[in-house]
């Protein structure tokens, strides 16, 4: 089987410094995987290399065997990677329901539509209430989106990189600056999601309830290098990581 | 074309670098400090003119203190400006567009205050003594007064390249042009820091106007053609950036100057002809300082 | 929270009401001048309304539309002294025609480029067309303008050239509100909000304002043509810049957030310039003052604030 997505050897410095080094790893297709490693460590740059935010300075990067080094962001979520944001990336003053919308007008190659009403645009308006209601946000659709207390704004930055139905979702610290019971609520929902939607996962996760209860695999980098890879049980046995990152009493 | 005649006009194009250099200076400071595009900085050019004919024609006040005079009351000015009403819009959204339309209203404002206060006709500024004859270089004649202007406008830039590199707000200034966010880091007092660079740089912007008085006649209004003319040097130079600023200032002043030589009439369109081919070639300025963001 | 169908009558019973409004104007006016004056609110609203599609609707703040209002104007103006009245319709669609093919090579250049810059050259391109327009005397007639532009056949009646304005206008605005509430104008109001997010929908940002420059500045052009024949005359102060700043403020004034603001401004504007005598002496500091007390103090204009008073009214209503 080929890996959904197969990175080989990249790299990438600011100046002297070096964010990531030589990274190689392969997602296999339906996989649920996390991402961990001490802040500065180099995750968020991996998933910007990924998405095209960023050039690699060496390596590649392959999507179901095609190399994406080099296209910007525009055509790499056009061939099905999804990606939500650290910090929500939403459009504050949009109806939650057009936050949606908008996406899912953008999949369908209905944006360039100069003469209808968006609400006449049916399926694409579906699709949107049909998201909405799997993320739990459906009865809060009609207000701005900058009225959304932060972990709704979390969602709805998910829902739009729903909307675009990707193959392989990148999630940024999903549960960042939540509450621990919004945590709770937010890990089984993205499980949830992973299996409804049929998506290949990646997550970058400080949550370690998270990261052990629902990936199957895990990686962990440390100042931008891969220091180890495995199922859950097998990181948690890693003398490396604990002493890297987990800490002794994990 | 004679070698007299290419002289004149390489004169009367540095002169023009010159004073274009003072002000586009300012306003590539202001924008590299502190994000904010001075759409009024030549209305403070106009002000440092009708302060310097205040000094000189009026109140009879030597030419070299009046100059400073005038910078120093331009300056004061500014400064003001920034503190009552600037301030109170940074940060906020939408920012860009609404620092354009306050300090559009300040061009107005400050048009019809000038005409309030000295009325519509033009006014006129005599050389200082000393400067009002010229030197004879074979069979051509060199203003003096031009010859000071390009002095002036050397002496500023030796003090310019001194301040930023020599002292600690000239690093800071420099540090803000490239990333604002060290200069909180560095413990600076941000907001007042925008204050005096608003100072300094309308200060500038004064004292070119008053240099300049004595060339071309003082009108209220004359502040759009001088923001439209450093505009066009400080897209040349990059945003931002003092040397950039410098060149930009060169080119345009010697382009304009043979332009007005060969094609009086249409001069004008020929520093707009080297913008549009900066801006399809290296859109960000020839020298930039920080990479534009694409929008 | 209404349903669709209730904002639907409502916007079109507002629409309706505006409509007939101006449909009256000529019955119920007492002087040609005041259906002149009539005419320049409509011309305006349609400037300020499809500048608003560039600034609030995609924050794209233009300092230049004056070139493509000029040019519209100039076109009529032009053709109609050199070949005569039978071409002042024809002279209408080419001058739109011509505002959006400069816009399109403009847009290339200056769209490159965002924020201030975009700002700054709008301005610089647009003060050196009326340059041109000023020097070239033998052409365009410099600082005299054109006089005499008189529209053919019936159009020649102020009363029937008022009603072809009103006709024009009103099509034109609601063929730019039709576009607003789009997924293109969703779309461009994205691309405001979060130019990034758009690019990772797999939009071009660029392209997208491209587009909405040369939409905008055919609609400034088509008004700028129509413009022409209110007073029979042209000047170059339509290409001046402070023609592009007039458009800013009353787009600002009315509210830059909302469909109808900058119409509602357009009209708030004119009147005021009519009240105080149009022009007086020191009719810019009046202007400049007042766009400090918006910016400063009402940032979101006068149809802005007023929707904010309604929401604030209602909350404290529903709270009891």
Known sequence: MTPMLQLDAVDKAFGGLRVTSNVSFSVMPGEISAIIGPNGAGKTTLFNQITGHLLCDRGAILFQGENLVGKPPRQIVARGIGRAFQIASIFPDETVLDNIRVACLSKLGETRKYWRHVADFKRATDEAHAILDSLGLDGQSERPAFELAHGDQKLLDIGIALALKPKLLLLDEPTAGMSPDERQQTRELIKQLWKSYDLTLVFIEHDMDMVFGIAQVVRVLQQGALLAEGTPEEIRANKQVITAYLGEDF | MDASFLLTQFISGLTMATLLFLVASGLTLIFGVGNVFNFAHGSFYMLGAYFGYQFVSVWSTNFWIALLLSGVCVGLFGMLAEFAFLRRIYGRANEGGFQILLTYAFILIIDDLVKLTWGAEYKSLPRPAGFGGAIQLGDIFIPTYNLLIIAIGMIVVVAAWWVLSHTRPGQVARAAAVDREIVSVLGVNVPMTMTLVFGIATALGGMAGALAAPLRTVTPGAGIEVIIDSLIVVVLGGMGNFWGAWFGALLIGEVNAFAVAVVPQWATLFSFLVMVVVLIFKPEGLFAARKVRKV | ?320
């Open chain 3, 1 to 320: 929270m209404t349903n669709l169908a209730t904002r639907n009558l409502k916007a079109a019973s507002l629409w309706a009401f505006i409509v007939l409004i101006f449909v009256l104007v000529p019955v119920l006016s007492t002087s040609s001048y005041q259906v002149n004056l009539a005419c320049h609110v409509l011309i305006w609203s349609l400037f300020a309304v499809s500048f608003n599609m560039l600034w609030g609707v995609t924050g794209m703040l233009s300092l230049g539309q004056a070139l493509y209002y000029g040019l519209g104007a100039y076109s009529v103006g032009l053709m109609v002294d050199h070949l005569g009245r039978q071409w002042y319709l024809p002279a209408m669609g080419l001058g739109v025609l011509a505002a959006a093919a400069l816009a399109l090579l403009l847009g290339l250049l200056v769209i490159r480029v965002g924020g201030v810059y975009f700002t700054m050259l709008t301005l610089a391109f647009a003060q050196l067309g009326w340059q041109i327009t000023f020097k070239w005397y033998d052409f365009t007639g410099g600082d005299d303008g054109i006089q005499g532009i008189i529209p053919p056949g019936i159009l020649e009646s102020g009363t029937v050239y008022y009603y072809f304005v009103l006709a024009v206008v009103m099509l034109s605005i609601w063929v730019l509100k039709r576009m607003a509430f789009s997924p293109f104008g969703l779309v461009l109001r994205c691309v405001q909000q979060n130019p990034d997010r758009v690019r990772f929908l797999g939009r071009r940002v660029r392209r997208n304002q491209l587009r909405v420059y040369v939409i905008s500045s055919l609609f400034s052009a088509l008004a700028g043509s129509l413009m022409a024949g209110v007073d029979g005359s042209i000047h170059t102060d339509m290409l001046f810049w402070t023609t592009s700043g007039e458009v800013i403020l009353m787009s600002v004034l009315g509210g830059i957030n909302q469909f109808f603001g900058p119409f509602v401004g357009a009209t708030v504007i004119i009147l005021i310039e009519d009240l105080v005598g149009a022009r007086t002496e020191y009719w810019s500091l009046i202007i400049g003052i007042i766009i400090m007390v918006i910016v400063l103090v009402f940032p979101k204009g006068v149809v802005g604030e007023a929707m904010r008073a309604k929401s604030l009214l209602t909350r404290t209503g529903a709270g009891r």
